[in-house]
């Protein structure tokens, strides 16, 4: 396990959002080249980082594209010639760069990307959901979801960890709440250059170097040929990744002595519950605070916040939810005509569950919808149908919560 540096240089604190946190790691990363196109609320992350470059804080290629699509087309040429690169949209702006999402992961690229969570139009809304990173949860693509402009900074460089590991090179796609994280500021620690340094080393692709002096064929058409073997690789790369990521957490741990426990999801208030509520992203604050007044009127109520969607953490996850008589698993996302009518997370968590010894009931909250607030009321209210469930009152398996009528 890697040690913290003994340095004379100290990590600073400075009041800043999640995506000026997300900027600042590109900065310590040494990030080559940045591509832009502006579009809320991911656009802030493009702005604090023109600002950078432009005070002399940060060399390197900054360009702002035409579209979507040709951002993500450039940077991932650039990673594939050796350039470490960051990107980044929201909502429809992720859509529109469909094509190029698609192929960076089967041409193994390690490309970090943050995803600003927002709805997809129409109708148009700016308030979060997460439906537009999940979009490509079955395309190759690692996907992280942070709770803070903290754990924005550090995931990032985490993420590069990960992925230019030559057993992953895989892209990652950092889900970042629109306005609740993007636009919202909190004290930041930012470590010094020189614990980044001992801890991300330069990108290197090796011989997978496209270069005049290294002839190799980039995107090949392999028809039926290769493409079996092809996304085989890919699969033994994502799982390659699920067992590197615990060692990068454990390594970031020893330089910058924040530790986050299990990488993979937190557990609030979860040892002697007897029902969990289950989510992703910044709506961990307001379940919190309801679950600590629950607690003051004897109700065991816990929370388990899933970090990482991809690679899914489906047999340590199933260990963990075996222990509680009801799981609420509640979904900033929909999927319609899914089993039982569920959300996407929902979905993945009966999958988990399935070859469990102990399988708790699973209800199904789709919640905080466009960017709406998930209440403390809300939780509440989510957290007695738990309690009624485990206590053999049947509930309904799948609740609009906060709808109106």
């Known amino acids: 396990m890697a040690q913290v540096i003994e340095s004379a240089q100290k990590e600073t604190e400075s009041l800043i959002s999640g995506s000026e946190a997300i900027a600042v790691a590109c900065k310590l990363a040494d990030v080559d080249v ?42 991932k040429h650039a990673s594939a010639a050796g350039a470490r690169v960051f990107c980044g949209s929201s909502g429809v702006g992720w859509m529109y760069a469909f094509e190029a999402l698609t ?37 190759g693509w690692m996907l992280v979801w942070v709770d803070n402009a903290q754990e924005a900074l550090d995931t990032a460089l985490i993420a590069y960890r990960v992925a230019e590991d030559r ?27 020189e614990w980044v340094s001992a801890f991300l080393p330069p990108y290197n692709r090796g011989d997978l170097l496209l270069h005049p002096d290294n002839p190799i064929t980039i995107a090949p058409q392999v028809n039926e040929d290769w493409l079996m073997e092809l996304r085989k690789q890919n699969d033994e790369a994502m799982k390659r990744a699920q067992k590197l990521i615990p ?16 990488p993979f999801f937190e557990e609030y208030q979860t040892e002697d519950a007897d029902v969990v509520l289950l989510g992703m992203g910044t709506m961990s604050m307001p379940v919190k605070v309801a679950i600590r007044q629950m607690r003051k009127e004897g109700k065991k109520v816990g929370f388990i916040r899933l970090r990482w969607f991809r690679p899914f953490p489906a047999e340590e996850l199933a260990e963990t939810l075996g222990r509680f008589k009801a799981v609420g698993v509640v979904d900033r996302d929909y ?12 979905t993945e968590i009966r999958a988990a569950l399935y070859p469990a010894a102990k399988r708790p009931p699973v209800l199904n909250f789709i919640c905080g919808l466009g960017g709406r607030e998930v209440t403390v009321p809300d939780v509440k209210r989510m957290s007695e149908m738990l309690l009624k469930q485990a206590s053999g009152e049947k509930q309904p398996i799948v609740t609009w919560v906060g709808i109106r009528e």
């Open 247 to 262: 060692q990068v957490y454990k390594e970031f741990t020893g330089i910058f002595n924040r530790n986050y426990g299990n």
């Open 335 to 346: 999927s319609f005509g899914s089993p039982n009518f569920t959300g996407v997370l929902a």
């Open 103 to 139: 192929v960076t992961p089967a041409l193994r690229i390690p490309m970090v990307a943050m995803v600003g969570n927002r709805a997809l139009d129409d109708p148009g809304a700016f308030g979060v959901e997460h439906n537009d990173a999940l979009a490509v949860r079955d395309l």
């Open 167 to 193: 057993k992953v090179f895989l892209p990652c796609a950092i889900g970042c709440d629109g306005a609740f994280l993007t636009h919202s500021q909190i004290l930041v620690k930012i470590p010094p250059q």
């Open 34 to 75: 940045i591509t832009a196109y502006p579009i809320r609320p991911y656009d802030t992350v493009m702005q604090y980082v023109a600002k950078l470059v432009a005070n002399g804080e940060l060399d390197c290629e900054y360009i702002v594209a035409e579209s979507e699509h040709s951002q993500f087309e450039i940077v």
